[in-house]
């Protein structure tokens, strides 16, 4: 049993996309997807440096166009949604926060423009919530789970991202950030500053809610046509309606990652394959999922490999 899965921000670097978009087709994709969304998706895959691609009304957009070009260069459909469902195959799909609007085309709940008009929405929100505090994000290596967040509790920080495996990230103030780097919890290895611009998934981000409801209001969601995970609490969400009220409140709700792999391993998934830019969902999985096969699909050059691994483990 396959589970195909989206990255979330922070997994972009300058340059990811200009590989994918020498692809047949490609380049006239993501121009007409840039189009709808007013956004010019090609230069920041390609031209733009680090600062920014990091930021959030930038970065989220980009991360979605990028899971949607990756996952349909492996299959035969029109589209990712498409490929993913006819051509991949996968038992299950889920995304890490904003790999959820990815992973809700590979389900068919959205097809592609909606989703990138709804991460487009998102990323602007979420850019406008983190402007008003400066805020940020950072990965805690080790450590026992439980001393972990009863330390944050104490420095007034939120477990933004229960990742498994031995990772939490932590997301508050600067000021907050800068008290956890001086005095780490008990037992944690190393503290690692994120790429991105706010505290997501924290109360900082509530008003960036409202707009996305408001925006999502306009959606006609399909019901998943695959097993679709929920990072909220790594629930398999059976109706439409539900992965969009999900994807509306989780901007300030932690993500459960650990719980997706929890569930991963109840549906008796076989192998991750994780769209472009993967490597940290596969990197998270070879800790916590022992015996699952994994593949980050970095560039076409992995499409190969891909490819046998759907062939081995797609339903």
């Avoid at 051509?87 to 904003?98: E, L, N």
């Avoid at 477990?159 to 950030?177: D, R």
Wanted: overall charge negative.
């Amino acid at each position: 049993m396959l589970v195909l899965v989206a990255p979330g921000q922070g997994a972009q670097t300058p340059g990811f996309l200009t590989e994918w978009l020498e692809l047949p087709g490609a380049a006239d994709r993501v121009a007409a997807w840039s189009d709808a969304i007013g956004l010019d998706l090609a230069h920041y895959g390609t031209r733009a440096d680090a600062d920014a691609i990091r930021d959030t009304a930038v970065a989220q957009p980009l991360l979605v166009a990028a899971g949607l070009l990756s996952a349909s260069a492996l299959g035969t459909g029109s589209s990712a949604a498409d490929a993913a469902v006819t051509d991949i195959a996968p038992g299950a799909v889920a995304g890490h926060s904003v790999g959820e609007i990815t992973a809700a085309a590979f389900a068919g709940v959205l097809d592609d423009t909606a989703a990138l008009t709804l991460v487009r929405k998102r990323g602007l929100a979420m850019a406008d919530a983190a402007a008003i505090t400066e805020t940020g994000m950072a990965a805690l290596l080790g450590g026992d789970p439980e001393t972990t967040l009863a330390h944050l509790e104490k420095l007034g920080l939120t477990p933004a991202n229960i990742n498994g495996a031995g990772q939490i990230v932590a997301a508050g103030t600067k000021e907050q950030l800068a008290a956890l780097e001086a005095d780490k919890p008990e037992g944690v290895r190393k503290v690692v500053a994120l790429k991105v611009a706010g505290a997501f998934h924290t109360h900082h981000m509530a008003p960036a809610v409202d707009t996305l409801a408001k925006a999502a209001a306009y959606l006609a969601p399909g019901d998943p046509k695959v097993t679709y995970v929920s990072n909220k609490d790594g629930a398999a969400v059976a109706t439409g309606a539900e992965v969009l009220q999900r994807l509306v409140g989780q901007v300030a709700n932690p993500v459960r990652w650990d719980l997706c792999m929890e569930t991963f391993k109840e549906l008796g998934v076989t192998a991750l394959l994780e769209v472009c830019p993967g490597g940290t969902l596969t990197g998270l999985a070879k800790r916590a999922l022992p015996g699952v096969k994994t593949l980050a699909l970095k560039t076409p050059a992995d499409l190969d490999a891909a490819r046998e691994l759907v062939a081995e483990h797609a339903a």
